[in-house]
DNA sequence: ACTTTAAATTGACTTATATCAAGCCTATTT
DNA sequence: AAATAGGCTTGATATAAGTCAATTTAAAGT
């Protein structure tokens, strides 16, 4: 299956809606394939983010560097989700963030006015929107409350049950960020959790 | 102002769209006004979130309470606000969540498809839901990263100069709750800025 | 296959924040 | 005005997680 194939079928399967012949040609003479190597930034922390991208294959961390140079992960982002800092992309701002590629990475990339004219002509388009903002606020409200209720290990435990494959395909140093710990105190859970 | 006038006001500032009088006729005869006293529940853990509510006066908050009977407090909301478990609302789940009223609280409430008819018939209604969601995202992204990267302090600060009423508004208790703190640690805080 | 580099583990120690307990205000109720 | 309760402060102590440093293991590059 070809990346807008992929694509197409996200579109359709999430919004519960068709695309039209000419939804398709829309999208793909606006949507830009774009390939980064591993370790390549998609933005970079000081930048506007200019795109948003659909991820066809591969991974990506979006992150923070504080002034004592610890490096913060927000969000760990794989196929079919999108990627971008919304804030940025949304009021043209300088992102605080920054987005980089953790294995080769396939995206579909477009910018912030032409979405607004796929919002506008492409029904299944703005279905999907809806759909994800929902998904977004539910993931969220989630997340949120993990991070302020759980205890470190908690929230590992929470990781292992909803996002397995994670485990598997980023360093455990990345997990102990996402989570919100060192990677030493990770690398203890785990030894205790096998007890 | 009268509580829809107030309503009607904030559909069209945040959405950028007129509404038509019909659109105002729609509207009026399906959100109720539901007056609830202080420390009346909106919602309780265990029950459908059937309703959102729009916040004309008064304000809540949304909590947890884990098994050692810890509140947790995720969201304080004031006027012009939504109130809801989205999650709930969204998806007719159990709600792991209380909503209470803090202050005497008037809102205008409606129910999940109720909230559908007015998406496909109201313009300014969907477009104000997607200006909405792209505000929450950006909140929410905000508030995830000063839970994960900021210190107690840090957080703090950021409460201040984002929120300075909250301060005058809400208890200290419900201030730290709301920051992951215990009131000991808040109140030991705000002793040492003084410094 | 060997070398180099990066990631994960382990131990000793430090720090931030929570917990427990007591006392003190400041309201509200009677 | 007295009484009660809820919220705030303060001190002493406990605990979870972070930091630093050394070592082992695994991965990547040549």
Redesign the interface.
């Known amino acids: 299956m070809s990346n807008f194939e992929v694509f197409f079928d996200y579109i359709q399967k999430i919004s519960g809606k068709l695309l039209s012949e000419d939804d398709k040609q829309l999208l793909m003479a606006h949507f830009k394939p774009k390939k980064l190597r591993k370790r390549q930034y998609f933005l970079q922390e000081g930048d506007v983010c200019k795109y948003i991208g659909f991820i066809v294959k591969g991974s990506a961390r979006t992150f ?1 560097v ?1 002034e004592k140079g ?1 490096e ?1 992960i ?1 969000k760990l982002s794989v196929e079919n989700w999108w990627l971008a ?3 940025s992309f ?2 043209l701002t300088p992102s ?1 963030f920054n987005i980089e590629a953790l294995e080769e990475l396939e995206v579909l990339q477009s910018t912030n006015t032409q979405i607004e004219e796929f ?1 506008k002509n492409i029904p299944a388009f703005s279905a999907m ?2 759909v994800i ?2 998904n ?3 993931a ?6 993990t ?3 759980y205890t470190a290990e908690e929230r590992y435990e929470d990781l292992v049950s909803n996002y397995p494959n994670f485990l598997q395909r980023f360093p455990q140093n990345m997990i102990a960020s996402y989570l ?1 710990l060192s990677p030493e105190t990770l690398s203890r859970i785990k030894k205790n959790s096998f007890k």
């Open positions: 923070t504080d610890h913060n927000l800092d919304f804030e949304y009021l605080r919002l929107q809806n903002s929902q977004n606020t539910i969220t409200q989630k997340r949120m409350q991070a302020f209720s919100g």
